[in-house]
């Protein structure tokens, strides 16, 4: 019911920045649950940020300070600001939304972060 494409990832140095973007192909105004997971090689799909249902963000606490979490319900876009980036941020960073009758994933976004 929904279509989610992401955008955003790039190689970057420690320190740097850069902004993801997960643009759903249907209005997400009556959508609370969503946000972003990564995961990086042989390792799990962790969350990263979110949206919650009970309508509070939620970070990762290694995460928290540097990465924020926003959308822009006109451009039925959620984003994810990443700052101070860290090596071990490096991952596959997926958006995720929770809505129209089930769970639904984007593609991904390689984010890697190398000096």
């Known amino acids: 019911q929904v279509q989610l494409v992401e955008s955003g990832g790039d190689l970057v140095q420690p320190g740097g920045s850069l902004r993801l973007s997960c643009a759903a192909s249907?209005?997400?105004?009556?959508?609370?649950?969503m946000g972003w997971y990564r995961q990086a090689p042989g390792k799990q799909r962790d969350l990263v940020a979110a949206?919650?249902?009970?309508?509070?963000?939620n970070y990762a606490d290694s995460v928290k300070g540097r990465f924020t979490i926003s959308r822009d319900n006109a451009k039925n876009t959620v984003y994810l600001q990443m700052n101070s980036l860290k090596p071990d941020d490096t991952a596959v960073y997926y958006c995720?939304?929770?809505?129209?009758?089930?769970?639904?994933w984007g593609q991904g976004t390689q984010v890697t972060v190398v000096s």
């Open positions: 249907r209005s997400i105004f009556n959508i609370n649950n």
């Open positions: 995720f939304l929770v809505g129209f009758g089930s769970r639904y």
């Open positions: 949206f919650t249902s009970g309508g509070t963000t």
